[in-house]
Structures are given as C-alpha cells and as structure tokens.
C-alpha cells in the first residue's frame, strides 16, 4: 500500500474514533438526563447520508429499531459529525421545532447545570480520552528520552540563534535554571519564552541572555535550517538504486568530507553548500550552465581508514544526489533512556505528559493570530501529513491524543457554533438568570458557522498552497 493510502487510512481511523467519542459524550449526558437525541452522524448528512438506521432496508432486518427514538448514521462529509439534542439551537437550524411547546424531554426544559454537563461533554471526553491513551501508550511501550548531555556532539544553529550568542556544538542544559531533561520538540517551546539559557560549551557552563519578550517559536521551526538542530556527521545513512551516489559507488555508512573543495564535517555544512548551488540553479539558465551547476566534485569515503575517493557527480535534475543521511535517532540509538510503566503508575505519568501537552498547546495558540500563524493552519492535508508512511500503532496513538487535545481546546474556545459558545451563554444565562432569546441563539449559530467555514476556507488553502505550489 502507498504511503499516501497509509497515511489517509489512519487519518480517517484518528476522526472516526474521536468524532464518535467526542458526541458520546454529549450522548451520554443527554442520556443521562433524560433528553430526547433526534440524530447521532459520525459525519455530517448534508443533503443525504452513506448510512442510517431509519434506512427501509436496516429496519426490515431490525424492526425494533424503527420506533427508536435515535437515528443513528453517518454522513459523506468528513469535517465532523453530530447528535441532534431536541430543542436546542444547533447546527441543524431547526427552527420550527423551537416554535413548538416546551416538551420535558427536551435540552430546553432542563435546569442550567444539566445543560452546562450536556455540552461540556465532548470535550470532557476528548481530554480524557488523551490522558487515557498517552498513559496506555507509557505502560505498553514505556518511554525513550535521549538525555542533553548524551548529544556528544552538540547542536548546530542558525544565523538567528548565532547572533543570539549560540554557537555550533553547544549543548542547552538549563532554561532559566531549570534542567532540560532530553531532547524533544518541547526544548523549542522552552527556549522560545526563555530569559536565561545555561549552555554547556566545551565542557563549561555558561549562560546566554534571551531577548526581552523571548522569540518567535515560529520562526525558530520555520526557519530553513532551524533555529537548533542536533548536530550530525555528514554520515550516509542509505543510497537509493541507480542514484548518481550509488554511480559513483558510495555506499551506505559512507563519510562525506568534501564538496567542491570546501571540507565538510556535519549534514549542515553540505547543506549550506548545496542550498547555495540550488539557488543558483533557479535561478533562469541555459542547458549547459544547468549542466555545469549540476557537475559537482566530491570527496568520500565509505570506510573509515581507507583512501578516500575523489570523484565528479552529475547530480539530477532536481539537484539530488540521492542518498538518505544519517538521522540523529541512528548515531544516538546507544544513548537512549528507557524507561518502563506499570499499569499503575503509567497512569499518573500518562496525565502529567497530557496536561503538559495541553498547556503547551493552549501557550501556543497566541500565535494563531499572527500572519505566521494564519499562514500555518492547515486541513485534512496537514494533519494527515502528522501520521507516519509506514504504519506504526505507538505513533499512530501518538498523535490522536494530540489531536485530541487539539478538538478539546478548539471546541471549548467561546465561538458561536461551538460547544465553548453554548457553554458561554448558559454562564450567562447562569448569571443574569436569564436565557438569550431564541432568535438571538439562531444569529449567534449563524455567525459562528460563517467563522468556522471561513477557517476551514483558509485551511484548505493553505494545503493547496503547500501541496501544489
């Protein structure tokens, strides 16, 4: 199976999952105080539905199901799904029933705190939801934490971290005193809203001070190299078949040392190298000059000890030599911690990383509304692009608590049509002791679904502008 099928299947798997559970818990509540559920998708049936229990040809096999006060189905669009709760205001729009006489089994009829439970649900279930999988991922994998100092060859950074005082080789161990346990993508958070960094450079402790009002934890990702990166041997980690490197007989473990006469000792420098060919190169040139740029000569070694080879590569036309580098997992695999849970004790562990996660994500949220930001937010393209090509159950479990937590923060957030904008107005309601009026409640779902389009909208594209440009 392609790797693009791999990746559409998990992701359809992830939404399947937490859409069911996420109105589950509305469901639940609902349920559980006696309200009337008209409908239950995993979906949205906009004009018509791939499937339905008040279909003719299910309730022939289950007639019980027929006088079932549910109707339980799923729709053809895959941007979410729904429980229709009698009378409320939802995105139904049904606006005929709210006409109607109160009836005691409706949303409507029900003390405020009820109604506070039914629409918190979703995203109550959400979360836990995610502690639960983060602490069932710790007790059946346990954890792998590549500790700083371990990283013996230090980091590489780019022109914004040197000008801040790093240097390549340096290794952050402190951010305002406190010790930064192992390498993950949370450093970059740490060092983002950072005062103080205590790096350790040549064996010696020594602090750098941060800019006041910290740094754009944006950038510092989206920057191309990155705002630190670990520092790798310019190693060959594989060589693709019939690859102008497999040509020229390198192999995989070979060691780069030079290109174009400048010696190269880390995968930053080639790519230093390279970056500024490739810019050349797209530059408008005729053939010949095309060809020239492409001829490039290179120095290596496939084994150590040995005479290095000093060859020319035609590199193709994509400016590709056609090998895999060595990734930093590989050169460290040794050094790794790892660490196993018992059931028990992976729980609390597993609510600790999620609560981490979600203060995180919620910190990072502010960028949103930056033009950084609005330029990163992405659709189905992106966040299946999250999941990896080959299928892995502790990466695919991985990343739906993440998302997870993402549909909890999202649906909590104040927005008309969202679970948070209902739970606003019965605060409200809860405070003035009385109800925003029906017509008021349609407006508000109104403007709250032109909002959730218009995001969606520039989601989408996004993903054409990365995907087809």
């Known amino acids: 199976m392609s790797p693009f099928w791999i990746k559409t299947f998990q992701l359809i798997l992830c939404f399947a999952l937490l859409i069911v559970l996420h109105e589950g818990g509305h469901f639940f509540f609902s349920k559980l105080f006696k309200v009337r559920v008209e409908k239950f998708f995993m979906f949205f049936d906009w004009k018509f539905h791939l499937f339905s229990t008040k279909d003719k ?4 096999l289950f007639p019980k199901m027929k006088d079932s006060k549910t109707e339980y189905g799923i729709g053809w669009i895959p941007l979410g799904g729904y429980v229709k709760i009698a009378g409320m205001i939802d995105e139904s729009m049904d606006t005929e029933q709210m006409k109607q006489p109160v009836q005691p089994d409706e949303f409507r009829a029900k003390p405020v705190w009820q109604r506070f439970f039914i629409m918190v649900g979703g995203v109550l279930v959400n979360f836990v939801l995610a502690l639960f999988i983060y ?58 809203g950072a005062k103080v960094v205590t790096i350790l450079r040549d064996g010696a402790e020594m602090d750098i001070t941060m800019p006041e009002g910290g740094v754009n934890l944006l950038e510092m990702i ?12 310019a190693r060959v980690d594989s060589v693709m078949p019939d690859s102008p490197a497999a040509k020229v007989g390198m192999k995989s473990g070979a060691r780069i040392l030079e290109v174009e006469g400048q010696p190269v000792d880390w995968w930053g420098e080639f790519d230093a190298i390279m970056g500024r060919k490739s810019d050349v190169l797209a530059a408008d040139c005729s053939h010949e000059d095309s060809l020239r740029l492409r001829t490039l000569p290179i120095v290596f070694s496939n084994e150590e000890g040995t005479t290095p080879d000093t060859v020319v590569v035609t590199l193709t036309e994509q400016y590709m030599l056609g090998i895999m580098k060595m990734p930093y997992q590989v050169l460290y695999k ?73 549909l909890a923060v999202m649906n909590i ?57």
């Open 57 to 60: 040809w299910f309730t022939r």
């Open 135 to 192: 602490a069932m991922i710790l007790f059946t994998w346990g954890s792998d934490s590549l500790p700083m100092e371990n990283i013996s060859y230090g980091f590489a950074y780019n022109e914004m971290a040197q000008d801040l005082g790093f240097r390549d080789g340096d290794i952050p161990v402190k951010v305002d005193g406190e010790v930064i346990e192992g390498w993950d993508g949370t450093v970059y958070r740490a060092l983002s």
């Open 222 to 233: 989206e920057q191309d190299p990155r705002f630190l990166a670990v520092r790798v041997p």
């Open 334 to 406: 040794d050094s790794y911690v790892h660490r196993d849970y018992g059931f028990w004790e992976s729980i609390p562990a597993g609510i600790a990383y999620g609560w981490e996660t979600l203060k995180g994500y919620v910190s990072d949220l502010k960028y949103l509304f930056s033009k950084k930001g609005a330029q990163s937010v992405g659709s189905f393209g992106t966040i299946g692009n999250l999941f990896p090509s080959a299928w892995n159950w502790e990466a695919f479990w991985n990343i739906t608590a993440f998302i997870s937590i993402i």
């Open 413 to 469: 957030l104040p927005i008309p049509g969202l679970d948070g904008g209902h739970i606003f107005f019965l605060l409200v309601e809860a405070i003035t002791r009385r109800p925003p009026s029906d017509k008021f409640m349609e407006r508000a779902q109104v403007i709250g679904m032109i909002l959730l389009f218009a995001l969606m909208g520039l989601a989408l594209f996004n993903d054409a502008v990365k995907f087809l440009f």
